[in-house]
């Protein structure tokens, strides 16, 4: 157990909605990274966020938006889902940027 | 793009025989981080080794880091069943906020 939480667990969406996904980091943690992890592939780095600023961003297109809160939780938003956007989605927090990352259990997307 | 790449993408082991991945990165990193991952799970982590480090232990862990060749390999020695996973490298790279992981070596214990 790492002390970092994900909801939900798993989640089903139709094509063109939207989804928005949680995390709660590890107490004392202020970074988040959020991971998009296909079947069968490595974790790709969607976004990281130190103390409630984007600090650095994957090769993901703007429908893809973070927050993270003054507490440190955060959430992952996906607009205008597509098929391709089915993945574990990963999100994990760290003392600080550069700092060993702790994984939460992640949250199966599933688009129809 | 992939900075880093492990090396087997798969690999089946008797149990107690040593495990040796091995990871291959593109650019200058801060440092380097080996996770494992079951069955589609979240990953765990194992080892984070620093740019200035050259060999990290961990129990049964073995991290080592040639900069100068841009790899580095983990060694599980005494391999038990529990260690069937997969493993991933992931590498902070010097000059960028991304943090990159490899696609991973599938290890597999034969009992």
């Known amino acids: 157990e790492t002390g970092v939480t994900q909801s939900p667990t798993h989640l089903i969406k139709t094509r063109g909605q939207q989804v928005t996904l949680r995390c709660s980091s590890q107490?004392?943690?202020?970074?988040v990274s959020w991971y998009q992890q296909a079947l069968g592939q490595g974790p790709q780095f969607i976004f990281q966020?130190?103390?409630?600023?984007?600090?650095g961003r994957g090769n993901f297109p703007p429908r893809f938006s973070g927050l993270q809160f003054p507490n440190y939780s955060s959430e992952l938003n996906v607009n205008a889902l597509e098929l391709d956007d089915s993945a574990l989605y990963l999100c994990?927090?760290?003392?600080?940027?550069?700092?060993?990352?702790?994984f939460g259990p992640g949250t199966r997307l599933l688009v129809l | 793009s992939q900075q880093g790449e492990e090396d087997p993408q798969a690999l089946s082991i008797q149990e107690g025989e040593n495990a040796t991945m091995n990871c291959s990165y593109k650019?200058?990193?801060?440092?380097l981080q080996w996770y494992r991952q079951n069955s589609g799970r979240g990953l765990v982590h194992l080892i984070l080794i620093r740019s200035n480090e050259r060999e990290k232990h961990s129990g049964r862990l073995r991290v080592t880091l040639d900069t100068s060749k841009k790899s580095s390999s983990l060694l599980i020695t005494a391999s038990r069943a529990a260690d069937t996973a997969s493993y991933f490298c992931?590498?902070?790279?010097?000059?960028?906020?991304?943090?990159?992981f490899g696609k991973g070596t599938r290890l597999h214990i034969l009992p």
């Open positions: 966020y130190y103390r409630e600023e984007e600090n």
């Open positions: 107490s004392g943690h202020n970074t």
């Open positions: 992931a590498t902070d790279p010097s000059r960028d906020d991304k943090i990159i």
């Open positions: 994990a927090s760290s003392l600080a940027v550069g700092e060993t990352q702790y």
């Open positions: 650019t200058s990193i801060n440092n």
